[in-house]
């Protein structure tokens, strides 16, 4: 747990780089009230021994941080970490038996609850951004989204959105966490060198992501953003390397883990060009989390010494 949030940092830093105090409120907000609450349940409702040491609380709230916009309102924030804990870990027993992503529970919820609040996005500032009155506007995704909607042609909608190399480096509207592609990636090659997570779930959501992505472009270019843009906007990242590698979440087996993230992948460009969602991440990887019991029982890797029988 503290390599991951370790592993998070850069991308924090990035965070109250554009977004300013608003970033420290809502992280600090999030994993407070995460911890608290975990504390709450199991000391006077579930009256089982303490586990708040263990960082999981920690991590569930800043990823919970991570997937919010730096302007929203604390009781959103509270709301939201009661049931990531509450709901999606703490119902099932605790950390071990949750079968889908805390974090990622939440941020639906909030996103279903609050639709307004979750999808008004400041702008990013720097310490000059206000927490309370943050100037606002669509993210890269959002506006591409509404604008083939409205008929319009990619080679016109890009010219409304950052460059390729200011997403990269983090400069847009969005969610905390999704704003910061080269700190992710930082995030990323520590954990990695660490051996916190193997690179099975990570390549395989991007890369079945890109390849998708690449094929839809290819086909109509005008209809269609780039492969590097969609690996660069949105959650993707965020969530192929933080929350789809979730240990209790997903496979066991490397077999598994390429085929979890291979769905992750492709469920998130169906909702981003199909569905109603500009973004389509967080829903993936629940919904493939809900494979994964069935994958860790039929997906296994050949025992040792097992006799193979021909024919």
């Known amino acids: 747990m503290l390599g991951v949030v370790i592993a998070l940092v850069p991308a924090l830093i990035t965070s109250i780089y554009f977004f300013g105090l608003g970033a420290i409120i809502v992280t600090l907000t999030a994993i407070l009230s995460c911890v608290i609450f975990e504390y709450l349940i199991q000391r006077f409702i579930l009256k089982k021994p303490l586990s708040i040491n263990d960082g999981s609380a920690v991590v569930t709230g800043l990823l919970l941080a991570f997937n919010l916009p730096s302007n929203i309102p604390l009781f959103i924030i509270i709301l939201g970490s009661l049931v990531s804990i509450g709901v999606a870990k703490m119902t099932f027993g605790g950390l071990g038996n949750n079968p889908f992503n805390p974090a990622l529970v939440g941020r639906v919820f909030l996103l279903i609850s609050f639709p307004v609040q979750m999808t008004t996005w400041p702008i990013p500032s720097g ?70 997570i193997t690179w099975h779930i990570p390549v395989s959501v991007i890369g079945s992501f890109a390849i998708f992505t690449a094929i839809l472009w290819l086909v109509n270019p005008e209809k269609n953003a780039d492969p590097l843009f969609h690996l660069l906007t949105g959650g993707l990242l965020l969530g192929a390397i933080y929350m789809a590698t979730d240990y209790v979440t997903s496979p066991m087996n490397p077999k598994a883990m390429i085929i979890y993230g291979c769905g992750i992948g492709v469920i998130t460009v169906i909702i981003r060009v199909f569905g109603a969602y500009p973004e389509g991440v967080s829903f993936a990887i629940l919904i493939m989390n809900a494979f994964v019991p069935l994958m860790n029982t039929y997906i296994k890797p050949k025992r040792f010494g097992e006799e193979v029988k021909n024919g």
Do not use: C, W
Request: hydrophobic residues 45%.
């Open 127 to 196: 310490f000059n951004t206000s927490y309370t009155d943050a100037v606002t506007g669509a993210t890269p995704l959002g506006i591409i989204k509404g604008g083939l909607n409205g008929g319009e042609e990619i080679s016109v909608l890009m010219d409304q959105v950052p460059s390729h190399m200011q997403l990269f480096y983090g400069y847009m509207g969005g969610s905390m966490g999704e704003i910061a592609a080269a700190a992710l990636l930082i995030g990323f090659a520590y954990m990695l060198i660490r051996k916190i």
